[in-house]
């Protein structure tokens, strides 16, 4: 009688386990941390600001039909919100727009201590 041995294929299934264990990456780089509660829109006594801003791909967003260079954006914000205790800053994009810089105007609002950004989920139409 033939006996087949299993050594030789356990082997090779440890090499395969082995291999994508090293080339697999576990490390959670740029991970944003999005809260999508589940509260409903409740009218308040107290007025939100809402901050409408369109990316744009050429390091650029518009608010207000005006183009703000991502450098301008930060102080653009913060002389908005400086007037109102409640804001929301609605974060939308034009359609040519990569989600790589998307979420850079996101990561840089984040990093730069600016809360209640929100995802627009319409993307931006021109007036031409």
């Keep these: 009688m033939t006996r087949i041995s299993l050594t030789p294929i356990i082997d090779v299934v440890f090499i395969l386990l082995i291999f994508f264990m090293l080339a697999s990456n576990f490390n959670k780089i740029g991970e944003l941390k999005m809260d999508m509660s589940k509260e409903t829109s409740q009218s308040s006594k107290e007025d939100i ?4 801003l369109a ?3 050429t390091n650029s967003v518009i608010s207000n039909d005006k183009r703000y260079a991502d450098d301008e954006l930060l102080t653009m914000i913060r002389l908005a919100i400086k007037e109102a205790n ?4 609605v974060l939308t994009a034009k359609n040519d727009v990569t989600y790589q810089r998307y979420l850079t105007v996101m990561n840089y609002l984040k990093k730069n201590k600016i809360e209640n950004v929100t995802i627009g989920i319409k993307a931006y139409e021109t007036k031409e």
């Excluded at 600001?49 to 409408?52: D, F």
């Excluded at 409640?86 to 800053?89: D, K, L």
């Design 55 to 57: 990316v744009e791909q």
């Design 49 to 52: 600001k809402v901050i409408k």
């Design 86 to 89: 409640r804001y929301s800053i």
